[in-house]
């Protein structure tokens, strides 16, 4: 009992000891004493692009299907699927066995009257012959003149030409296939510049303008950008869209892009300095955000309200709450609280970026 008595005694003694020394702060706590590390990022002035992103469809410059024009037989075809033709090419032949015989005797017919007119005009000319018989030898000479024009017309409908330069489609006839009026032969579409079409809400209107840059990618393509500008623009506005159909031209040299693709678009609006931090220095409450600026005075952080504007990843823009060359704590936001000691880590490294809606 009473090495019970003398044990509890000196570990109350030794419990006052521990309460003096941390009364009187002669012992200071080693967690009131800790910096937490963080890495800074300045708040600065940096120009960014203003960019609106948007859903568009890639379109040929040029496209028609190409049709048969009379009814006949196809005798012969002088394109494969999926090549390249030059404007005026001729890409399909029709029968014409009558409409060529035709065209041979109205041209002989034509010399006659031709030759018969020079004689007549002579003959006029030494008084040999009335002004009504000068009068019908050229009568008769634009009628010779007329029937061959319209022969070689009718000749014309039995050839298939191509009316632009571009891509042809897949063949839908062979050599001796009757076809008729209407009746598809092939496509042909100039997709060299290729046409992005999109449409814009009606409050950004005010910053389209003809000649404007646009960014374009695909998909099938990923990584890769193609770069144009806008064209044209509706005027009007859709009243159940309450949006403007805007189009653009992507040069397209190499035929990557094909009519029909999905294209996310990017309408670079303007180039301009404004205010930004790193995104991850960002701490939400709510509906408020905030970021802990650093004094390096004291070694602590304050927490201050800001106001954002538009975000990109890895960066937004601070409309209100810092100025230019503040320094901010860009990791371990987490691990600090209002008025908290720091100690920098890291160099503060630059940020660049583009800026979305």
């Known amino acids: 009992m009473r090495r019970f008595l003398t044990f509890c005694c000196m570990a109350y003694l030794a419990m006052l000891c521990a309460c003096s020394e ?38 040929a410059n040029e496209s028609v299907v190409l049709t048969a024009k009379v009814t006949e ?40 009257q031709d030759r018969n007119y020079d004689r007549i005009r002579m003959l006029y000319a030494d008084q040999t012959v009335s002004l009504s018989d000068l009068d019908a030898a050229e009568t008769r000479l634009r009628t010779a003149q007329s029937r061959v024009r319209s022969i070689e017309a009718q000749l014309s409908d039995r050839l298939i030409l191509a009316p632009f330069s571009g891509l042809l489609g897949l063949r839908q006839v062979s050599p001796g296939t009757l076809v008729e009026p209407a009746d598809v032969i092939t496509t042909l579409d100039d997709i ?38 806008v ?58 955000q905030f970021l802990f600026v650093f004094d390096p005075e004291s070694g602590t952080v304050s927490r201050r309200l800001v106001d954002i504007g538009l975000r990109i990843p890895g960066l937004v823009e601070i409309v209100q709450g810092v100025s230019d060359g503040d320094m901010v704590v860009e990791e371990g936001v987490t691990r600090i609280t209002d008025g908290a000691r720091v100690e920098p880590r890291d160099a503060p490294q630059p940020h660049a970026g583009t800026r979305t809606e």
């Open 73 to 112: 037989k196809v005798s012969k075809i002088h394109f494969d699927d999926g090549e390249f033709a030059e404007e005026g090419a001729v890409l399909v032949e029709m029968t014409n066995d009558e409409e060529s015989a035709l065209l041979n005797e109205a041209l002989a017919n034509l010399r006659e």
């Open 231 to 288: 064209s044209a623009m509706t005027p009007r506005v859709d009243e159940r869209t309450r949006a403007v159909t805007v189009r653009a031209l992507i040069p397209n040299p190499e035929h990557r892009l094909k009519p029909g693709m999905l294209l996310t678009v990017q309408l670079v609006q303007s180039l301009q300095e404004t205010l930004a931090v790193p995104e991850s220095a960002l701490v939400p409450r709510g509906s408020e």
């Open 192 to 229: 060299d510049p290729i046409k992005a079409d999109f449409t814009v809400p009606e409050r950004f209107v005010s910053r389209l303008e003809v000649g404007q840059r646009v960014r374009a990618s695909a998909r099938a393509y990923p990584g890769e950008v193609f770069e144009g500008t």
């Open 22 to 59: 941390s009364s009187d702060g002669s012992i200071p706590s080693s967690n009131a004493s800790r910096a937490t590390p963080v890495v800074l990022a300045e708040a600065r002035m940096q120009p960014m692009e203003e960019v609106l992103e948007v859903i568009g469809t890639a379109r």
